[in-house]
């Protein structure tokens, strides 16, 4: 099991090979296991590795074997684990000819050798599969498709569409100079206007990526030939752990958990599994736990003033977020994602034959629409998540009465966990989830956009001390070794910007009155999205605005800017962009920068926030790494981590001036945007280093209580013998004075905090005076 990990983007700038150079820096930080991302071979030129595209080897532009045995040794050395991230859903399409296993199947069809291995419905097409790909200028009257032309490649006759290349069936095409439109009428593939992936593909994807086909890992032979060389990193002892990328997009995670722990003799696993509030991961999985999102929400929650809820929800307009949610995901079942709805009722109709199609497809659209979670898991003998499934039939009759005879027929087999309908229902509700939450209404609900994150719900605003301690007993009794993080490469905004937004509930009239004179200096169509952008620049914004690896301010603000917008997909979209929109909100970023009237108020913002929102950073990534589970660091987080939404959380890391910091050993608290994060990394080194030394003292949980003054403001708790002690509602202890005569009930003995190496007799205004965090161990 690891202790603790520490997250690293492997890219072809940042191979395999410059990761095992980076091992002797990161064991010096304290951490004890390095966590990559996927490392198999993916798509030419990708950037993330998330569109594998063989299985059986690694990817060469990533560092190939020889960079694996690398990493692998070096970790070996230092007494290091690897845990590396797998993507079992689905493999890369973009570029088929880089897929053997996509191209056999375009080359032969439903009778390919891997034709198997993905989830085609060939019955609804004419036993042909549809590619997405024709643009709108190439579509003819009559059926065919301009810009076609055959090329002789290096595996045979190919047929291509502008520089987009697909294998010719062989016996369809005698050479270059056929027709290439009665060539194409004779394949088994239809190269179909891009249009047409909402409502008519027959092949199953990764949420609505067409280059992203998903894969059929539930069965056999499809799993073994998946997992050839995932089973040979942990046989020859290479890797030590896996982390499952988007479980519930499979057919049964159970059972593909179960196959894995047989072929990895049991190796350390955890799931990237969203949970909704209240909700529970099933016991029944072989893994350790989730990657750490439900721990990341419960952590930004107890930082954030209760008090701030009501000014900030009349603020933003009272905007009902579950009816919100509802609408978005309707919105997605029937556009983007009409493809998968309409597959999971022909489905049905296999077993429910008097089901109409239109009344099928309008009830579970609306089922999928109320879905209260991301999935259920039902099978032939696993009932997990049923109650959801009541709920959301409950929902949807309530909803939709005129649908109720279409429900009460459904049902019975919406309850089948044999049923092929019911099984596609189950891998569908989570897609539809995440595109309407997460890609959508994340960018619409502008009332405290720090609490707008993954695996969050953005309704629960905020978590009380003693609820905090609750979940985290539960935690340390169910899940001891399941992740927690802060930033990952797929959170919408960094930990330090949540850090200093979450700033904004303590102060919501401050913040109002800001935003304000912002939108009369800047007005913009939709105040609400206005407030989303201000809000982003506030959390991010630099110490440094000119030029820093991987791009400036400027581009990284107008690159958030063009992505919320179009997610939110309200004004504009990325398909049907609105340009006079797009202008207003680019025109109200280069005024954040440009214009003098609106930098005051931002400076007077920053002014407040700053300084407290680092003391957020602090005491949120002290506790996440001292808190029940194993702390990964995101890379780079161990300075102060203002990214926001990918691709700008994945830009380069400068870990030369991280090696040279740690070097230098602890310095004092700087305040201000010109701290590089000194005072956190001396935290993250810290706490690292106590967990790995020092396992002994992490081996229970109870809350630490204080009384004084200002006791509401400090979070403390004891992990068997290292106390945790952090600051919250940092604002308001300013405001009021300080802490007083406030002191923490320390458990008895002589205690020292690690951070200062000074004794305590638990008196937080001496304890606390040079950072707004404490790690105390007994002297004895």
Known sequence: ?????????????????????????????????????????????????????????????????????????????????????????????????????????????????????????????????????????????DGGVDHLSLVEGEGGLELHYWDQAFPVAPGTASGPDDDPQQVHARQHYELVDWHRADDDLNYRRFFAVNTLAAVRVEEPEVFAGTHVEIGRWLREGLVDGLRVDHPDGLRDPRGYLDDLARLTDGAYVLVEKILEPGERLPTSWACEGTTGYDALALVDRVLVDPAGEGPLEELAGRVDFHAMVHDLKREVADGILGSETARIVRDLRRDVPRLSTARGEDAVAELLACFPVYRSYLTSTDRDGEE?????????????????????????????????????????????MAKGVEDCAFYRHSRLTSLNEVGGDPSVFALPVDGFHDAMAERHREWPHAMTTLSTHDTKRGEDVRARIHVLAEAPHRWADALERLLDLVPLPDPGFASLLWQAAIGAWPADEGERPGGDWRSRLHGYAEKAMREAGDRTTWTEPDAAYEDAVHAAVDAALDREDVREVVAEVLGWTVDPGWSNALTAKLVALTMPGVPDVYQGSELWEQSLVDPDNRRPVDHDLRRSMLAAGPGALVGGLEDPGAAKLHVVTTA??????????????????????????????????????????????????????????????????????????????????????????RED
Request: a negative charge; one cysteine or more.
């Open 388 to 432: 959801h499934l009541t709920q959301a039939l409950e929902d949807a009759r309530a909803r939709r009465p005129d649908l109720a005879a279409t429900y009460d027929l459904l049902e019975p087999w919406l309850r089948d966990g044999t049923c092929d309908g019911a099984r596609r229902f189950q891998q569908t509700s989570g897609m539809v």
């Open 688 to 777: 690292l280093r106590l967990r790995r030394d020092r396992p002994d003292l992490f081996t229970s949980y109870a809350g630490v209580g204080a009384v004084g003054e200002a006791a509401d403001h400090v979070l403390a708790f004891d992990r068997g013998g290292a106390v945790t002690v952090a600051t919250r509602l940092p604002l308001g202890l300013l405001e009021r004075g300080g802490w007083g005569d406030t002191r923490l009930a320390l458990p008895d003995g002589r205690w020292r905090d690690l951070l200062t190496d000074r004794l305590t007799d638990g008196a937080l205004e001496t304890l606390l005076s040079a950072y707004p965090v404490a790690l105390l161990v």
């Open 1 to 141: 099991m690891p202790v603790s990990t520490y997250r690293l983007q492997v890219s072809a700038e940042q191979d395999l090979h410059v990761v095992a150079d980076l091992l002797p820096h990161l064991h010096d930080l304290g951490a004890d296991w390095v966590y990559l991302s996927p490392i198999l071979a993916a798509e030419p030129g990708s950037t993330h590795g998330y569109d594998v595209v063989a299985h059986d080897h690694l990817d060469p532009e990533r560092g190939g074997e020889e960079g694996l045995a690398a990493v692998s040794a070096a970790a070996r050395a230092l007494g290091m684990g690897v845990l590396v991230d797998i993507v079992p859903n689905h493999v890369g399409v973009a570029t088929p000819a880089a897929d053997p296993w996509w191209w056999d199947v375009l080359r032969h069809g439903r009778g390919a050798e891997h034709a198997d291995a993905f989830d085609v419905d060939w019955d609804t097409a004419g036993q042909r599969l549809r590619i997405p790909v024709v643009g709108d200028d190439d579509l003819r009257p």
